[in-house]
């Protein structure tokens, strides 16, 4: 099993919404990141958890709160969003950490806010 | 911080060759990555630098001269599937082994 799974693959919300993203990968990895792609623009690091300890924290506005309740799942929590936020966000993984290795995405959660 | 340069967009015919080049300033390197990306999918590894030389991989190969901050991603035989961005993404040890990615090269393979 090589997969990182994220949910949902789309999302709409209203800038008033919470909501939250979700990301699990059964491959053992250590690390895990989310990062955010806007359209036709490379995937820009958002947060990183080393052994389920968030270890980067790429200056995120506080509206989006990341959560990692073990080492297979990481969750991103939106609360407050505005337009400018709407974005695909990947979840990635990594086998040992952020210092090794190759980083395995998923498919991305493509997020709308109105 | 980082510095990572590559071109926008190249154009090459089915069966043929194309070399993405890659060149980059850090602070602490810690490794070069290559990943493929098709429009509205997640991105996928390609190849991983650390050492000077070329790695090769199927159609695929990928070169890393350090004392250059410099990388080539080489797609031989050219398949109409490999129409994609091509990102290259650095690690950084002295920026918490972040891994940052270029803006990426649009590939556009034609019959």
């Known amino acids: 099993d090589t997969e990182v799974t994220q949910t949902p693959k789309h999302l709409v919300m209203g800038m008033t919404n919470k909501k939250s993203l979700k990301c699990e990968q059964h491959?053992?990895?250590?690390?895990m990141y989310w990062y955010k792609q806007k359209a036709k623009k490379p995937p820009e690091l958002m947060f990183v958890y080393s052994y389920e300890k968030l270890s980067i924290n790429e200056s995120v506005p506080s509206r989006f709160s990341p959560e990692c309740p073990n080492s297979s799942l990481l969750n991103l929590h939106l609360h407050a969003l505005q337009p400018e936020d709407s974005a695909l966000y990947l979840c990635?993984?990594?086998?040992?950490?952020?210092?090794?290795?190759?980083?395995?995405f998923g498919e991305g959660s493509r997020l709308t806010v109105l | 911080g980082q510095n990572i340069d590559q071109p926008t967009e190249m154009t090459a015919t089915e069966g043929a060759i194309v070399q993405i080049n890659c060149t980059y300033q850090?602070?602490?390197?810690?490794?070069l990555f290559w990943y493929q990306q098709h429009a509205g999918e997640a991105p996928t590894f390609l190849s991983y630098?650390?050492?000077?030389g070329l790695e090769e991989k199927g159609r695929f190969s990928s070169f890393l001269s350090r004392s250059k901050g410099y990388s080539y991603l080489l797609l031989k035989e050219l398949q109409m599937k490999d129409s994609a961005s091509y990102l290259c993404?650095?690690?950084?040890?002295?920026?918490?082994?972040?891994?940052?990615f270029g803006g990426g090269t649009r590939v556009l393979v034609k019959p």
């Open positions: 491959m053992g990895h250590r690390a």
């Open positions: 993404a650095v690690r950084d040890y002295a920026a918490g082994n972040k891994l940052t």
């Open positions: 990635a993984s990594s086998q040992e950490g952020p210092s090794t290795g190759e980083l395995f």
């Open positions: 850090t602070s602490g390197f810690n490794g």
């Open positions: 630098n650390v050492l000077d």
